[in-house]
Nanobody, 126 residues
């Protein structure tokens, strides 16, 4: 069983930066894919970024490419999302997600993820 807790959200001005963290407990995450999703007010949850166990495969949504950086520290069972050049459209609740031991090839699909955190609010003012 895996429990995930996000932190680091807050209110920032457009153009600013935030660093989100996801802390996992209950077990180690060896071999698991970890990702970030977000849900803006009035919108469906959408894919943000994903990283594999080794960090060798990283994918980003087009909307955050060249602005966000995903990373993980397997020794600490943590994952981070460095968010730079934030825009008002980035305002959302950000969720940490973990695939579990079995997963498919479409890493941007919500259906691939077994474990989810409760989310942390990111608000970007204009």
């Amino acid at each position: 069983q895996v429990q995930l807790v996000e932190s680091g959200g807050g209110l920032v001005q457009a153009g600013g930066s935030l660093r989100l963290a996801c802390a996992a407990s209950g077990r180690t995450l060896g071999g698991y894919v970890m990702g970030w999703f977000r849900q803006a007010p009035g919108k469906e949850r959408e894919f943000v970024a994903v990283i594999d166990w080794s960090g060798g495969r990283i994918n980003y949504a087009d909307s955050v490419k060249n602005r966000f950086i995903i990373s993980r520290d397997n020794a600490k069972n943590t994952m981070n999302l460095q968010m730079n050049s934030l825009k008002p459209e980035d305002t959302a609740v950000y969720y940490c997600a973990v695939s579990g031991g079995l997963y498919g090839s479409n890493w941007s699909s919500e259906a691939m993820y077994r474990y989810w955190g409760q989310g942390t609010q990111v608000t970007v003012s204009s």
